[in-house]
């Protein structure tokens, strides 16, 4: 008995990511209480995003420019490429302000369960800036689960034939970790790749 | 880096109950990845409630339409007021389909701590509907907890005067519940409240 309108919104809503129908009727409810602080302005914004955002024909970021900014910036070096899963990968890199190079979005990772494909990746063009851009490293920022290594795998199989170094991010304990609470597997991976004092 | 429009974006999203800074990203991307399907529509959902969803000017609730559709309905009972704190709790009740009269939200419930006064809800156009309305019970399905039960008391001092029943939801055991798993409260009360068979 809530209405239609508002009956569709929420089944929207539920369909976002983390959410469900309970807390989508409770966003609902909080949006029209707040209609002019929360509601009009969060409509607003999801119409800039929706007119404006586009995929980067580079390297596959979200922007409302293409290229993006960061393919566009010249303060950026044009030598290194940091291959990731998907753009809140990118993201996550980018909130730490440390890598000067640039990105490629590779739009997911080798998955034989879900059937993905190297023909489903963005792998091609990666393959075609690496002459075009006179690429010399690239960095491989992929999942640490075997999903993503074997992802890493066939990159590298396919970065072969072009003079380029291949690196991918380094695997061990976490900072701040406590031992006692690391699972096994990254123990005996941390103590393998051990590294001299 | 991920562009104004797209981070205003994730602030809005951040502000909504329930969801923080990285849900708020992950909802975004996932807008941005499912355009057709799910952004655009969305957009349009929320402007059509934007637009079109008022509060009901007699009982409080949000439609369409106002009166709502559970006011201006003919089905239901002239007779009886269901009293909640608010409209999820009005939907709550009307997922039952089982009460077949009227509602009236409150609009919150009196606290002490939150600085809620009587004055701050929705009390007085329910005693006008009292006699309006022809009213003969007044149900309080306000919550179970110290504040729900202190707007009670005063709900049911106010309607003293008016020649009305007040009545309480039960409170006792949930259904499929556990003995070992209730607090002690529940337990107590629902001794006290003991039913003869």
Redesign the interface.
């Known amino acids: ?6 009956e ?2 929420v089944k ?2 539920s ?5 469900g129908t309970r ?1 989508a ?8 209480k707040k ?1 002019e602080n ?6 607003e ?6 007119n ?2 586009k995929t980067c024909e580079i390297c596959g970021n ?3 420019c293409s290229p ?3 393919c566009a910036s010249e303060l950026r070096e044009n030598g290194t490429i940091c291959v990731v899963q ?3 990968d990118l ?1 996550a890199m ?1 909130r730490v302000s440390f890598f000067k190079g640039k990105y490629h979005v590779l739009g997911g990772i080798l998955s034989a369960l879900d059937g993905v494909t190297p023909e489903d990746l963005n792998i091609e063009p990666l393959l075609e800036r690496i002459g075009k851009e006179n690429v010399k490293e690239v960095i491989l920022a992929l999942p640490a689960t075997v999903d993503g290594q074997i992802t890493a795998h066939y990159l590298v199989s396919r970065l072969k034939d072009f003079e380029v170094k291949v690196s991918t991010l380094a695997q061990g304990i976490p900072m701040g970790a406590e031992l006692d609470y690391m699972d096994e597997g990254t123990l005996q991976l941390a103590l393998n790749s051990r590294k001299a004092l």
Chains 1, 2 share one sequence.
């Open positions: 008995m809530a209405g239609q309108d508002i569709k919104l929207l809503v369909k976002l990511p983390s959410l807390s009727r409770r966003i609902v409810l909080n949006l029209l209609r929360l509601f009009l302005p969060l409509i914004a999801m119409q800039n995003v929706a404006n955002v979200y922007d409302t993006c900014s960061i998907d753009v809140a993201w980018e």
